[in-house]
């Protein structure tokens, strides 16, 4: 029979989900937050599914048939790479699933883990809203400015706010994320950790 085990440090009071986690103090949020998660998942899972068949189509036209893409390579730079690892940084916020490292912090008083949530939570929410205003600059620029690729080049023949639109709307979604848990915490009792929620994982 599988079993919950517990992460040290933490209260294990919620439950995880394939696009984060389930907790009963504020469950309308945590249905925000889990739509979010699901469809930059998606989104993040397509533009790896097209990266393995473009480059795959790339393999067979340039080897078996003498005649490469060509624009593959700025398809993939321009557009999959970055929207992976931008709503991809989401699903990873949300799902705990990139690299921590709670040596130490498990060891404080939980009110002090508590506030420095707090501080984690407003520094990634702050950051990412910089993000996204820088992006946005540079994505309104290069729209106001008509950049586009220039006649017989290689590239797909889009404008270029196209691929840079996908920096500032993956981090003003990562900072939306960041708001509701920072809104989580200073709204709940100080006396413990209310967003370090990981339950930890099915084990035999």
Same mark, same amino acid.
């Given at each position: 029979?599988?079993? %919950?085990?517990?992460?040290?440090?933490?209260?294990?009071?919620?439950?995880?989900?394939? /696009?984060?986690?389930?907790?009963?103090?504020?469950?309308?949020?945590?249905?925000?937050? &889990?739509?979010?998660?699901?469809?930059?998942?998606?989104?993040?899972?397509?533009?790896?599914?097209?990266?393995?068949?473009?480059?795959?189509?790339?393999?067979?036209?340039?080897?078996? %048939?003498?005649?490469?893409?060509?624009? &593959?390579?700025?398809?993939?730079?321009? /557009?999959?790479?970055?929207?992976?690892?931008?709503?991809? %940084?989401?699903?990873?916020?949300?799902?705990?699933?990139?690299?921590?490292?709670?040596?130490?912090?498990?060891?404080?008083?939980?009110?002090?883990?508590?506030?420095?949530?707090?501080?984690?939570?407003? *520094?990634?929410?702050? *950051?990412?809203?910089?993000?996204?205003? #820088?992006?946005? &600059?540079?994505?309104?620029?290069?729209?106001?400015?008509?950049?586009?690729?220039?006649?017989?080049?290689?590239? %797909?023949?889009?404008?270029?706010?196209?691929?840079?639109?996908?920096?500032?709307?993956?981090?003003?979604?990562?900072?939306?994320? #960041? #708001?509701?848990?920072? /809104?989580?915490?200073?709204?709940?009792?100080?006396?413990?950790?209310?967003?370090? /929620?990981?339950?930890?994982?099915?084990?035999?």
């Amino acid at each position: 029979m599988p079993h %919950l085990v517990i992460h040290p440090g933490h209260d294990g009071t919620a439950t995880r989900t394939p /696009y984060g986690f389930r907790t009963t103090d504020h469950p309308r949020l945590d249905k925000i937050q &889990n739509a979010i998660s699901a469809v930059c998942t998606w989104i993040a899972g397509a533009a790896i599914i097209l990266l393995v068949l473009i480059t795959a189509a790339e393999v067979f036209m340039r080897e078996v %048939l003498s005649h490469p893409l060509g624009w &593959n390579i700025s398809l993939t730079e321009k /557009y999959l790479l970055p929207t992976i690892a931008f709503f991809g %940084l989401i699903v990873a916020y949300r799902t705990s699933t990139h690299i921590a490292v709670e040596t130490i912090f498990t060891k404080l008083p939980r009110p002090v883990q508590k506030v420095i949530l707090v501080l984690i939570h407003a *520094s990634v929410a702050f *950051s990412m809203v910089m993000l996204a205003l #820088a992006g946005w &600059n540079e994505t309104w620029m290069a729209f106001s400015l008509h950049h586009q690729t220039l006649p017989g080049m290689a590239d %797909l023949p889009l404008p270029d706010w196209t691929f840079r639109a996908i920096v500032p709307c993956a981090a003003i979604l990562c900072a939306f994320l #960041a #708001a509701i848990d920072f /809104y989580r915490e200073v709204t709940t009792p100080w006396h413990r950790p209310f967003t370090d /929620y990981d339950p930890g994982e099915e084990g035999h």
